[in-house]
């Protein structure tokens, strides 16, 4: 990453309104890139043994928890409805608690949840497999508004009702996106409404756009090329699109044969870099182009081919969860392998996963089979510093907020919630 770049994400981090080292607000922390806010405290060595502070029971589901104002949030399967929680972080007594809709089910996973929620200032986010999207006061979790993609905007639900052949229902899986006061998502009206974006405070649709079918990777917020922009990786592939009206600014085609693209892209200078396990890993460069922007697919590497597990960005590299349970580093600007690692991953009985945490030069990550490895960022070689259990089977990404680690068990039965200590 260039020098001005670190100056600009540094600067981001500490103007956001109320964003502070012990949060966590949403899907993979502070910007969606798995890196803390700066400032944060950080361990330099993983603890041999570390310490959980406190474990509860919790419902099924994937949604991951977030830490936000000293409240950890989280989404689970509560008799047959999908519920918000807020806890205090300190010693995890119940401050609240919301229903937000009827489960959702699978054949893949438990019923439950599969969408993080998004704190941003005094509100929460939740978004139901169903497609419920509600606003709630972090507070008391009072409901603000609410609206339904399938009921308020025709949208299809990925799986029976788009006509994809072969192509499972997940449910709705994409965070949505806060940018100031408004709110993006990944909606799949094949109306003009396959992305939305809504008023933060009263629900009232500002724009709406496309008509992509929503696949499963959140929309990300990225400057390219100069120009501020949502990016969303949908079914048909890659859009990026104004933030004031959401007109298209450009588009790359990403076509699979059951619309499975998971993965959260990732923003590393002017690249956007995604796929899915069948397409392969998408290298695309964004330039100026007058008053807009060209776009170029410049690479693709299907050796690096990653599923659902979203990568993480440190200094000119990709690191990431292969195709061969592999954990990987891909040099942005070729697509070249650097190395492949395998061996972390073997135990796991079904899809692997991994979620990534990131620091100066090293990366934390935390295994589906409950286990972090502690692991250097570097493109000439793995290089393991260090490893422990922290939990059972899981595919949630944990929040990291001030030394401490907030990890969400549990496969396809009940969970736990952990709270665990990282730093001495």
């Known amino acids: 990453m260039k020098s001005h770049q670190v100056l600009l994400f540094a600067l981001m981090f500490l103007s956001a309104p109320g964003l502070r080292g012990e949060d966590w607000p949403q899907w993979r922390g502070p910007l969606r890139t798995g890196h803390p806010v700066v400032g944060a405290r950080l361990p330099t060595a993983l603890p041999i043994e570390p310490k ?19 409240k950890v949030i989280y989404f689970d399967n509560q008799a047959g409805q999908e519920t918000l929680h807020a806890l205090n972080a300190t010693d995890h007594r119940e401050l609240w608690r919301a229903d937000v809709d009827e489960v959702f089910r699978d054949d893949q996973g438990p019923p439950g949840p599969r969408c993080t929620p ?114 969303c990786l949908t079914v048909t592939g890659l859009v990026g699109l104004t933030l004031a009206d959401g007109k298209p600014l450009w588009r790359v085609p990403i076509k699979t044969s059951y619309g499975r693209n998971a993965s959260t892209p990732v923003i590393a200078d002017d690249w956007v870099v995604a796929g899915s396990y069948q397409a392969g890993l998408l290298g695309v460069k964004l330039a100026a182009d007058g008053p807009g922007v060209k776009v170029e697919s410049v690479w693709t590497n299907k050796a690096a081919a990653i599923n659902f597990s979203s990568p993480i960005v440190v200094g000119r590299h990709l690191y990431g969860l292969g195709p061969a349970k592999n954990l990987i580093c891909v040099e942005i600007a070729t697509g070249r392998l650097k190395w492949s690692k395998e061996g972390y991953f073997n135990s796991s009985p079904n899809t692997p996963h991994a979620a990534f945490i990131g620091w100066g030069n090293r990366i934390l990550v935390c295994t589906d089979v409950g286990q972090l490895l502690l692991m250097a960022a570097d493109p000439a070689g793995f290089r393991e510093l260090g490893r422990a259990q922290v939990c059972g089977f899981n595919w949630c990404n944990p929040a990291y907020a001030d030394g401490r680690l907030y990890v969400r068990d549990g496969l396809k039965t009940t969970g736990n919630l952990f709270f665990v200590e990282l730093l001495p």
């Open 118 to 231: 998004v704190v941003e200032g005094d509100l929460v986010f939740a978004q139901s497999g169903l497609g419920e999207l509600q606003c709630l006061r972090l507070a008391d979790g009072q409901r603000v508004w609410r609206v339904n993609f399938r009921k308020d905007f025709g949208a299809a639900f990925l799986g029976e009702d788009s006509k994809i052949p072969g192509a499972a229902e997940h449910g709705y899986t994409a965070a949505p996106l806060v940018d100031g006061e408004r709110v993006i998502a990944c909606v799949g009206g094949t109306n003009g409404a396959g992305i939305v974006c809504f008023e933060k405070r009263t629900g009232r649709v500002l724009w709406k756009s496309q008509d992509d079918l929503a696949a499963y990777a959140a929309p990300m917020l990225a400057t390219l090329a100069g120009v501020r922009q949502a990016v």
């Open 52 to 70: 959980t502070i406190w474990r509860i029971k919790i419902g099924e589901g994937f949604a991951s928890p977030v830490v936000a104002g000293g």
